[in-house]
Nanobody, 114 residues
């Protein structure tokens, strides 16, 4: 399966954005999918993970602001981001954990600035 992330862009502080991760095949059989981000000059960090399309975990700085979800009928994962802050500026990546290893999509840039 291949992943295609999209939806990034420029947004003002306090604004909202939804990222989309479209898979080339079915995602219903995978144990977990997640979103990560990498700010300039920093290491890639975990943001949110969804397990078997049901349970979720979030990094502390995005709890209550970001929501991860999947739509198995569309083979798509989403990251709904609210109350965005300048420190959320980064390239956002999606991944899926498969029995053969972890697959990453290409990144999509989110810039939070006035």
């Amino acid at each position: 399966v291949q992943l295609q992330a999209s939806g990034g862009g420029l947004v003002q502080p306090g604004g909202s954005l939804t990222l989309t991760c479209a898979a080339s095949g079915s995602i219903s059989g995978f144990s977990s999918m997640g979103w990560y981000r990498q700010a300039l000059g920093q290491q890639r960090e975990y943001i949110a993970v969804i397990f078997t399309g049901v349970s979720t975990t979030y990094e502390d700085s995005v709890k209550g602001r970001f929501t991860i979800s999947t739509d198995n009928t569309k083979n798509t994962m989403y990251l709904h981001m609210n109350s965005l802050k300048p420190e959320d500026t980064a390239v956002y990546y999606c991944n899926v954990v498969t029995p053969r290893g972890t697959i990453w999509g290409q990144g999509t840039l989110v810039t939070v600035s006035s």
